[in-house]
């Protein structure tokens, strides 16, 4: 039995909370805090520290499950998270003002660990249909030099996280 | 969050803080999703980033405490090599974050800031 350190990353809502809640096997640990100043509007409480949650897969692997917070100003806390992670997931919301500015951020951030650990990007709440086609997501990786899979998923499905998931653990065991 | 006013008063009573125990060196509050409120110091720190990593840490805590069903984390003392760092609720939305580079000073610090943290809080409720 291996186990597998995967870091979901991403902009405030872009739901990873909600997907490491939705596959965990084990209660969340969150540090979820109420947001005060201007966040409020957009959510009522955001991460502080960190999320992690666990998940066993069918082959028996274990997945440990690291959720970073998605503010800048909480940037400090991704180095820490990311430390040691085989796999990185990073979400988007697509209903964001701007989504590829989000996207962006995190490639940006993460580059040295991307071109390390396979990484995937999951584009949540696109059933709202306010931001980019997903051709756009494609086409900004592609600019930056990358080739990294794009899910369109739903962060309280289940089945939505547990198919990206799979692509990833996919990737890491040939990595 | 707080009107000018409040957070003068808040101010006031972090340099209360300061006036009163000498080997405090700088002291600041945050709103729990990290914000800076307002801070008093003598030195020159940085200290708008540690408004942010303070509520990390007191976030943290709070975790850890109720995980253990421990009740309410008071409070979180970080020991270093050259100081004292104090992080502590005033209430639910707000964290006092107070430090010292005097080693031997960890009662007065914890005493001074618990006082501080108990006469700011009918100012944030």
């Known amino acids: ?42 959510k009522k409480t955001t991460t502080a520290a960190m999320d992690y949650g666990e998940l066993t897969l069918d082959d028996g692997n274990k997945l440990r499950l690291y959720g970073t917070p998605g503010q800048e100003r909480f940037q400090y806390m991704w180095p ?28 940006n951030y993460f ?19 306010q931001g980019p086609n997903i051709q756009e997501y494609h086409d900004y990786l592609h600019k930056e030099g990358l080739k990294l899979p794009i899910f369109s998923i739903d962060a309280r499905q289940r089945d939505n996280i547990i198919l990206m998931i799979q692509a990833l653990t996919a990737m890491v065991e040939f990595n | 969050m707080f009107s000018q006013q409040v957070i003068t008063q808040l101010s006031n009573g972090l340099k209360q803080l300061l006036e009163n125990c000498d080997p405090v060196d700088a002291a600041l509050i ?33 975790t850890i405490t109720s995980e253990l069903k421990m009740g309410i984390c008071n409070n979180i003392i970080s020991e270093n090599e050259l100081g004292i760092i104090i992080f502590m609720h005033i209430n639910d939305d707000v964290v006092l974050v107070s430090l010292t580079t005097q080693k031997n000073a ?20």
């Open chain 1, 1 to 42: 039995m291996k186990e597998i350190k995967l870091v979901f990353t991403g902009s405030m809502g872009a739901g990873k909370t909600t997907a490491i809640s939705a596959i965990s096997e084990i209660p969340v640990i969150n540090t979820d805090v109420r947001t005060i100043g201007e966040d409020a509007q957009y």
């Open chain 1, 80 to 107: 820490i998270i990311i430390k040691g992670a085989l796999g990185l997931i990073i979400l988007v919301d697509d209903a964001n003002s701007h989504p590829l500015k989000d996207l962006a951020l995190f490639i």
């Open chain 1, 111 to 129: 580059r040295d660990h991307i071109n390390k650990i396979p990484t995937v990007v999951g584009i949540t709440r696109r059933d709202l249909e």
């Open chain 2, 30 to 62: 945050a709103t729990v999703d990290g914000h800076m409120v307002t801070m008093e110091q003598r030195g020159n720190y940085l200290l708008e980033r540690l408004a942010t990593m303070g509520c990390s840490i007191m976030s943290l805590g709070d």
């Open chain 2, 106 to 125: 960890l009662g007065m610090l914890l005493t001074h800031s618990k006082k501080c943290a108990q006469d700011l809080k009918t100012l944030v409720n």
